[in-house]
């Protein structure tokens, strides 16, 4: 009957063949020197590489349409991103806003076609008695002077809000790139290390089953390793899943097949290096660069301009005409020239659409100033974050990776000279790795944290390091 362990099965099996052999030189290895040292320092922080958002004018070719990344090419950052924006139908749709945009600023201060019309009287036509009877007539519509200017202006602004629509679609594409190469570097990373530990285990489950073997260690010891190491399998098997749904995001703004070739992310990313901006200029900064800020300040001149269209609604527009008329019997009185203009009597109307259209100014005024607020405060939150992960950083490399590497050393010396437990080896192993992934998913968090900051100032590539805490690094 197959057994309900196989797990301990294995274990078992491994004990047996162990059994046959001298088990000195298994107890005395060690795990490999490049498991057990400390993982090699990241990239000085002076080689970070700026992120570049300009589209290119062809799409870069590791990112085209038939030929993705191939595999083993790494993947930057700044190859992503500058892909994403030249690829990403969002940009094209927010560019074809902005060009039909600009395109309404000559509508709009243009004159109205003038009409002409033409008529005869039929029965002159073969008429013996009377001369042939035709008029010819043409009208041009002339609105009151200042309303052309101002129908251009505020078409002049709605095009500038859709420059702004444009900016705020790269900035947020850009941003989202970023944070998703943050997520695949991540995932990779963890993939990595991972089989590191994998490898750690089994050089552990050998020394543990050769210490049983020869009576030095309980049974549990190599059964134990075992059931690390399927939760380990089964971890890399949930990273993997996770690999693939990463990168069919990246391939949704890539605008390709969710199943294109991705090449993988860089090795490893390099610590930001801290920058000293004061916190005041990041807000002002943001203020003035923030798209959303600009489309609203583009709408409230909008209205502006509208309101004084509205004011002008008060006086009346003008038609000119002219006609020729061959039915007079005085040539003198067959050319006549004239004028016609509307007469603005309906006032409660021009009173109410000037009304709404200062309403609306108003409206977008106090938007600009909720907005306002929320941009400094969110300037504030992603400072603050990134000065955080900046600290934990300098906390992980200078007290707990060297302490979770120094404790596995000691409880593996201590289970080798019988003076600790097989458990206490797995717990430091199981330290060991946690501290590890964290420090990869802080060093990854930091550069999301630098992705916030970018859309909270409305700027890309974000500062090259977290804005400097006045308190120092812990």
Do not use: C
């Not at 007469?343 to 109307?349: A, D, N, S, Y």
């Amino acid at each position: 009957m197959p057994s309900k362990h196989p797990g301990a099965a294995l274990a078992v099996a491994l004990v047996a063949l162990a059994g046959a052999a001298a088990p000195a030189a298994l107890i005395a290895q060690a795990a490999p020197a490049a498991l057990m040292a400390q993982p090699a320092p990241p990239p000085a922080a002076g080689a970070t590489t700026e992120l570049a958002v300009s589209a290119p004018s062809e799409p870069p070719a590791a990112m085209s349409h038939t030929d993705a990344s191939a595999a083993g090419d790494r993947l930057e950052r700044e190859t992503l991103i500058e892909a994403v924006l030249a690829l990403n139908p969002g940009v094209e749709a927010a560019r074809q806003a902005l060009a039909a945009a600009r395109e309404r600023v000559p509508q709009a201060t243009a004159l109205e076609d003038p009409m002409a019309s033409y008529s005869l009287a039929p029965l002159s036509i073969a008429s013996d008695d009377v001369p042939f009877g035709q008029v010819l007539e043409a009208r041009q519509r002339l609105p009151f002077p200042g309303k052309l200017r101002l129908r251009g202006e505020a078409a002049q602004a709605e095009a500038e809000a859709a420059e702004a629509d444009l900016a705020a679609v790269r900035l947020e594409l850009a941003v989202t790139a970023s944070v998703l190469y943050d997520d695949y570097y991540l995932v990779h990373r963890a993939l990595a290390i991972t089989a590191e530990h994998v490898r750690l285990l089994e050089d552990f489950q050998r020394i543990a089953t050769a210490r049983y073997a020869a009576g030095l260690a309980p049974q549990h010891a190599p059964i134990q390793a075992e059931v690390e190491l399927a939760h380990l399998a089964h971890r890399q098997m949930t990273l993997e899943t996770d690999r693939e749904v990463v990168a069919a995001r990246l391939n949704a703004l890539l605008h390709r097949p969710p199943d294109a070739a991705l090449g993988p992310p860089v090795e490893r990313l390099p610590e930001p290096e801290p920058t000293a901006v004061p916190p005041g200029d990041l807000v002002a900064a943001a203020v003035a660069a923030r798209p959303e800020l600009s489309r609203l300040a583009a709408e409230r001149a909008a209205r502006e301009a509208v309101i004084d269209l509205r004011e002008l609604d008060r006086y009346p527009d003008f038609e000119a005409m002219a006609s020729y008329s061959s039915m007079w019997m005085d040539t003198d009185h067959r050319l006549m020239v004239g004028v016609a203009v509307n007469v603005p009597l309906q006032r409660g109307r021009i009173r109410a659409g000037v009304a709404e259209a200062r309403a609306e100014a108003a409206r977008l005024e106090s938007e600009s100033t909720r907005m306002t607020d929320e941009v400094g405060a969110e300037v504030a939150v992603a400072a603050a974050r990134l000065r955080e992960t900046q600290h934990i950083l300098v906390l992980y490399h200078s007290r707990l990776i060297p302490a979770a590497h120094d404790q596995v050393r000691a409880a593996l010396a201590g289970f080798e000279t019988g003076q600790g437990s097989f458990l206490d080896l797995i717990e430091a192993e199981r330290n060991q790795r946690t501290v590890e992934l964290e420090y990869e998913e802080t060093l990854a968090d930091s550069y999301r944290r630098r992705a916030e900051l970018a859309r909270a100032l409305g700027t890309w590539p974000p500062p090259a390091g977290p804005p400097a805490d006045q308190g120092g690094a812990p």
